[in-house]
C-alpha cells in the first residue's frame, strides 16, 4: 500500500508541473466568428499540446458582457465596442479595453437559391427591413410577401446592419428573430421568399444578393470587393482584451495574425487583415 501511494505521488509530482502550465485562454462572443475562433483554438492547440483555448458564443454583446464582468479572457465581436461598454470596462479593472482586428467580413444578404433577384441597393434592402417594402415585386421579383429573417439584438451581426442598413430605425415587427447566423441560412434556404443577413462564411445553400456601392456598380461580398472596399457592407471582425494583451492570451491572439493564423481565416471563408 505505502509503495502504491509512493507511486501515485511521483504521477502526480511529474504530472501537475504540465498541468500548471496549460492555462487555459478564454474566448466567448460573436456567433459570426465562433466557427472560425473554434478553428483557431483547434489548430494552435495542435501546434502546442500544452495551451487550452476555450471558445463559446452567445453574440458579440454577451462577449463584451463577459469581458466587463470578468469570465472571459477575449472578447470576439464582429462589431466595434460602444462607449459606454469601454467605460464599464475601465470603471471596473482601470484599464481600457484593446481593440484588435483578427479579420474581415462582408456582410451577406441571403435570399432563396430560386430567387429571381440578384441585385439590391441599399435603399431598398433598408425599406425591406422596416417594413416599406413587403412585396417582393416593389424589388424585381415576384407578387408575392416577403419573409424576414433577422438576428437577435445582442448580435454585432444585428447591431452593425441596424446602424449601417436601416440607419438606426428599427426592424419591421414581423421579423423573425434567430439565435444565430447558421439558423438565418437554415431558415432562407426553407423558405422561398425569404431574406436573411449574416457572415459570408455561412453562405452556403442560399444565394447571396449583390449590392449597389457608391461607385453604382453592384458588387457580392467576395475577397476582391471587401478588400477594395467596394462592396457597401465590408467589416472587421474583432478581439478585445482588457488592457494590452499578454502572456498566453497574446500568443494565442498572435498566432490568429499570424500567416498560419490567416490561412484559417480564409479556409473558414472570411478574408485576411494583412
Not at 453574440?59 to 466587463?68: E, K
Not at 417594402?133 to 407578387?143: A, E, F, I, S, Y
Not at 449590392?211 to 474583432?238: H, I, M, T
Amino acid at each position: 500500500m505505502k509503495r502504491t501511494l509512493q507511486a501515485v505521488s511521483l504521477a502526480l509530482a511529474a504530472v501537475l508541473p504540465a498541468l500548471a502550465s496549460a492555462q487555459t485562454v478564454t474566448v466567448k462572443g460573436s456567433d459570426t466568428m465562433v466557427i472560425l475562433a473554434q478553428r483557431w483554438a483547434e489548430n494552435y492547440m495542435k501546434e502546442n499540446p500544452s495551451k487550452r483555448v476555450q471558445v463559446t458564443g452567445g453574440g458579440s454583446g454577451v462577449g463584451l458582457a463577459s469581458l466587463i464582468n470578468g469570465t472571459t479572457e477575449i472578447a470576439t465581436a464582429s462589431r466595434s465596442i460602444k462607449d459606454a461598454e469601454k467605460v464599464r470596462v475601465r470603471e471596473r479593472f482601470n484599464v481600457l479595453p484593446t481593440e484588435i482586428a483578427v479579420a474581415r467580413d462582408g456582410l451577406a444578404v441571403y435570399v432563396h437559391e430560386s430567387s429571381p433577384i440578384d441585385t439590391l441597393t441599399l435603399e431598398q434592402l433598408r425599406k425591406i427591413f422596416t417594413g416599406d417594402l413587403t412585396n417582393w415585386k416593389d424589388v424585381g421579383g415576384p407578387d408575392a410577401k416577403i419573409v424576414l429573417y433577422s438576428r437577435e439584438n445582442s448580435s454585432g451581426t444585428y447591431v452593425f446592419f441596424k446602424d449601417e442598413v436601416l440607419k438606426g430605425d428599427d426592424f419591421a415587427a414581423v421579423a423573425q428573430t434567430l439565435p444565430g447566423t447558421a439558423a438565418v441560412v437554415n431558415a432562407v434556404a426553407k423558405e422561398k421568399l425569404g431574406i436573411g443577413y449574416g457572415g459570408a462564411a455561412y453562405a452556403k445553400g442560399v444565394k447571396e444578393v449583390k449590392l449597389v456601392g457608391k461607385d453604382g456598380q453592384a458588387y457580392l461580398p467576395n475577397a476582391e470587393n471587401v478588400a477594395s472596399g467596394k462592396y457597401p457592407l465590408a467589416r472587421a471582425l474583432f478581439m478585445y482584451t482588457r488592457g494590452k494583451p499578454s502572456g498566453a492570451v497574446k500568443e494565442f491572439i498572435d498566432y490568429c495574425l499570424s500567416p498560419a493564423g490567416q490561412s484559417v481565416v480564409t479556409a473558414v471563408g472570411y478574408f485576411p487583415v494583412k
